[in-house]
């Protein structure tokens, strides 16, 4: 012990999950008392007597009687009596003191076990071990706490045990004798055993994976966070999410897109660099994330599928067996939490590829990482984001400050001012253009969508406040049912998403410089003062001056047709004339009369 007593107490350590304390050599006084034991064994065989006849598999005087507990350590004892010091006892050697004990069906699946080619004798005492803890809470029968109840000297090379153990295991599970729950090895009893099977024997669909990757990628790790709120200029980008090659919002695909590809996908193995990041430049771009092929998580989704497909078919049609398809209910519900956990180490350690090259993203989590790659996607292919600087204030009161403003005056508004997006501004306006000329309908709502995706990308409020500012200026106007909408009421129209879904824009018709030139300087001679600046308020104040002269015109009519004055014919000619320069709704028809 002097010399190997720290390689003994690591060769003997259990792993965290394990509850109970079970004791490893001390000292050397220690050692002395208990070799070729481990001080462990004294608790642990206790705790399996007790768990086995609690269970049913043995008689009840396994737990009580100390003569069963003295012949299971002399039997262990006997077994080594000739051989070398050094030599220690694992947990396997006491089995056989319990052979007589032990129900007849766990007796024939160990005898059979050692009947078959495919299982060697160390599978057998690897399946003894595994019965041994099959009913004791304090230790799990994880791979590492196998590796420790089955040392069998101090020497042992723990690295050559465990790949000898992960064979047995493989072979046990293989020939139905164990179930693998997570990082836990469980022995089976026979109804155990029927359903396993049963279990292994569902069919399941490879969409049936996909969907349950999906579903834990997309609901549960992300959350169903299926839209991205650029930080920018705080626009929500709906995402397109895809899992080997399968929609999860429809075929449709958004301005953001991202693909998931897993081994699951029957082409995974052809997803090699130059093809995930070609593909992730196809059309507007898509990030492309490749999971790495880990067969063990996704062997649990298998296993989980298949459960939950077996479950809902024997659900209420198996009361005898409705304790053990609870149990396995349990247990998948379990598995779930285990996957859930796997895939989103998977999803953080993925390749990233996005616009035709490999990304190396940074996050401590998934969801921060995607968020730089969204970011960095918008940034690299909404080419006129820039074209809009957000609005530093409320910007729904600056919307209805400027649609109830008399004129762009009265607000200070110049669309050729840098903090009014002038370039934007006229984005917006050519397009109302085209729409017009080519006798095309559009809405608010059309609006919104167009300049909301690629190659924009603007804020949708930001886009409204545009509109205002336009309408404000005279360039367009809205219709609701083929009337105009006063910008004054306007409001509720634009912010509602329904109402400007119904509600027309059309461009203005605008004056050229020449003609307006000209209209000021018959406004100076006709009304003798300066017209106002711009061709809407100039429109205004003509429509008031000559509506006034109507209504004295209207008042000598009325006199002239008593016969007692002079001048009838010509004052309804002026009546006429006038009635046609007021009765124009637009500032453009209203200038060219004007000037006729």
């Not at 669909?205 to 997309?218: A, C, G, M, V, Y």
């Not at 549960?220 to 999410?241: A, G, T």
């Not at 396995?328 to 285990?338: F, L, S, V």
């Not at 200026?473 to 109402?499: C, E």
Request: proline share 3%.
């Amino acid at each position: 012990y002097d010399e190997k007593g720290d390689i003994l107490r690591n060769q003997l350590a259990f792993d965290s999950s394990t509850k109970a304390e079970l004791a490893n050599y001390k000292d050397a006084t220690s050692f002395i008392h208990s070799y070729p034991f481990v001080p462990y064994h004294y608790k642990l065989v206790q705790d399996i007597f007790a768990g086995l006849s609690k269970s049913g598999a043995a008689g009840m005087h396994m737990a009580r009687g100390e003569r069963s507990l003295l012949d299971a350590f002399q039997s262990a004892a006997q077994i080594i009596a000739d051989k070398e010091v050094g030599v220690l006892i694992p947990l396997h050697y006491f089995y056989n003191s319990i052979d007589n004990f032990l129900d007849t069906a766990v007796k024939r699946d160990v005898l059979q076990a050692a009947e078959k080619e495919s299982i060697s004798d160390f599978g057998v005492n690897i399946l003894k071990t595994l019965f041994l803890v099959r009913y004791v809470d304090a230790i799990k029968s994880t791979l590492d706490n196998l590796v420790t109840l089955c040392v069998s000297k101090v020497d042992e090379d723990r690295l050559a045990l465990r790949r000898e153990i992960e064979q047995a295991l493989n072979s046990l599970e293989q020939n139905l004798l164990i179930a693998r729950q997570g990082d836990e090895y469980i022995f089976l009893t026979n109804e155990e055993k029927e359903i396993e099977n049963e279990i292994r024997e569902t069919e399941i669909e490879l969409s049936d994976e996909t969907n349950k990757l999906s579903n834990i990628i997309f609901d549960e790790i992300l959350r169903r966070q299926n839209i991205y709120r650029y930080p920018e200029n705080k626009q929500d980008f709906p995402v397109s999410r895809f899992c080997n090659g399968i929609p999860r919002d429809g075929s449709q695909e958004n301005d953001l897109v991202v693909k998931i590809i897993s081994p699951i996908d029957p082409n995974y193995s052809e997803y090699e660099t130059a093809v995930c990041a070609n593909q992730s430049s196809d059309g507007n771009g898509s990030i492309i994330i490749k999971l790495a092929d880990t067969t063990k998580v996704f062997d649990e989704i298998i296993t989980f599928v298949k459960t939950d497909k077996f479950l809902r078919r024997a659900s209420g049609n198996r009361p005898e067996q409705q304790q053990l398809l609870n149990q396995k209910g349990a247990e998948n519900q379990k598995r779930n939490g285990r996957i859930k956990l796997e895939v989103e180490e998977l999803l953080k350690d993925a390749e990233f590829y996005a616009l035709g090259s490999e990304q190396n993203p940074r996050g401590s989590s998934i969801t921060t990482i995607l968020d730089v790659t969204y970011k960095y996607v918008i940034e690299n292919t909404f080419s006129k984001l820039k074209l809009v600087k957000p609005f530093p204030g409320d910007i729904r009161r600056e919307i209805q400050n400027t649609l109830i403003a008399d004129d762009v005056g009265q607000i200070g508004l110049d669309l050729k001012a840098e903090e009014v997006n002038p370039i934007a501004s006229l984005e917006v306006e050519k397009h109302i253009t085209l729409a017009d000329d080519t006798s095309r309908t559009i809405t608010a709502e059309d609006i919104v969508k167009r300049f909301s995706k690629r190659p924009f990308g603007w804020n949708d409020e930001e886009i409204l406040l545009t509109m205002s500012r336009l309408a404000l200026s005279n360039k367009i106007n809205f219709q609701m049912r083929q009337q105009d909408v006063p910008l004054r009421s306007a409001y509720d129209n634009l912010i509602q998403v329904r109402k400007r879904a119904e509600m027309r824009v059309r461009r203005i018709k605008q004056q050229s410089d020449a003609n307006l030139k000209r209209a000021a300087k018959l406004f100076k001679d006709f009304f003798g003062k300066n017209a106002p600046d711009s061709e809407k308020e100039l429109f205004n104040v003509a429509l008031e001056n000559l509506s006034k002269m109507k209504v004295k015109l209207d008042g000598f009519s009325n006199k002239a047709s008593t016969g007692k004055y002079p001048g009838g014919k010509e004052i309804d000619q002026g009546i006429v004339l006038l009635a046609g320069l007021t009765e124009q709704q637009s500032s453009f028809s209203f200038i060219e009369l004007f000037l006729s």
